[in-house]
């Protein structure tokens, strides 16, 4: 971060402080452990926690001075304000004033952190690029991403999550995009926002921030994104299935790397992604067509995303005894892992294909109608093996009647019942395992159970 004085922070929030001197902070943080020596501690407050607690720790840390909402005893400035995090806000916002940087905002109800990191790697290979750290993209961690950038960076790249409306609309007025991409318009968070349609609305507020010159880039394969309304700025559709300005065709895997034809307004440039799954190629394509929009070829972005990995416990593949095991457990929703389940065959190696699932969160009164989609999905995907845990087992084994299932509370059977599949020779090499379900089931747990048995 740039140093700020505590006199524009304080004019920058709306705040109230009595100081004599004026303080120079080199950096703001609301978390007490990570507390730097001259940063501002921003005491914000949830259901479990309040940040004014913490104030006197702050100052032992290092703290200079501290935003709060209400009076606090310590030995250095508090500026006080109603909100704290809107006050975190308004500082990011106006820090992003002063950075002279380009920024290519990314969400969608699926491939959201693929899609950045694809784009960071692509635009790297020519750029000074920062980006979003772990899952730091909601309302806190936007904005403490743009408060660690400084003019050290050419473009940074910020992926916006939201599960309610208006959520991106703060985000993107505090971000101010010159790129916006969308990834596409599924099902997570239906259970918030009732509808695929206010799921659109929730994804399209991106563009209140967007530059009024900026490139908006969007999937085409998705029939709600190639339909939307989105007013006059440029857009630019990427697809396989679609007529789409940046194309891919001959998409063909071969062990873990998928080779495609990216066709841009009728050239055609050769390359491959080192992860599979036509998703994975439509997020290729959206990083690619960002790297365009940049200066960089379909060439040198194919030669950039050689070197893409992916995140932990999103699509990692690892073989254990000749089994492969795909972890995508970071979170999951209906087309999540439809598109998972799609991909699953591609794993094999003249084995059955497996599915280790449990429950998709967040999916309010459509969840046990999902659910036996689900199970649905199995069959349709010629899933020979199924395991499912969760509030609706039932539902799901309606879609799937030759399913396995365990209730929400049966983990230890659960586990058991991996051990016995394996032992039994009924889970063996050449047969690929999808390990799915939404972050709060812990698939992890049942990983190392895998893992441990096929050892």
Sequence with gaps: MKPLSLKEIIKAVGATCDIVNDITVMGVSSDTRTIGRGDLFVALSGENFDGHNYVKTAEENGAVAAVCSKPVECGIPVLLVDDTLLALHRLAAYYRTLLNIKVVA??????????????K??????????STEKNYNNEIGLPKTILQMDDEYDIAVLEMGMNHLGEISRLTNIAKPDVAMISNIGKAHIGNL??????L???????????PDGLLILNGDDKYLRSAETGAFKKAFVGIN???????????????NTYYTAVYRGE?????????????VLNSLEAMRCGL????????????LAGYKSVGMRCETEVIGGVTLVKDYYNASPDSSRVALEALGDYTKGGKKVALLGEMLELGDYSAREHKALGEMCVKNGVELAMFIGDDCNAFKEGMPEGVIFKKDEREQYAEKIKALISDGKIASGDAVLIKASRGTKMEDFYEVIKSALS
């Design 194 to 199: 009732g509808s695929q349609e206010n799921i």
């Design 268 to 280: 055609k440039t050769e390359g491959s992604i080192p992860v599979i799954g036509n998703y994975n």
């Design 293 to 304: 929009h940049f200066g960089i070829t379909p060439k040198e972005a194919f030669a950039a």
């Design 106 to 119: 990314v969400t969608g109800s699926n491939g959201k952190t693929t899609t950045r990191d694809m784009t």
């Design 201 to 211: 609305k929730a994804k399209l507020e991106i563009l209140e921030g967007l530059n």
């Design 121 to 130: 790697a692509v635009l790297s290979s020519k750029y000074r690029v920062y």
């Design 242 to 256: 679609s007529d789409a300005e940046l194309s891919a065709e001959g998409i063909e895997v071969k062990g873990e």
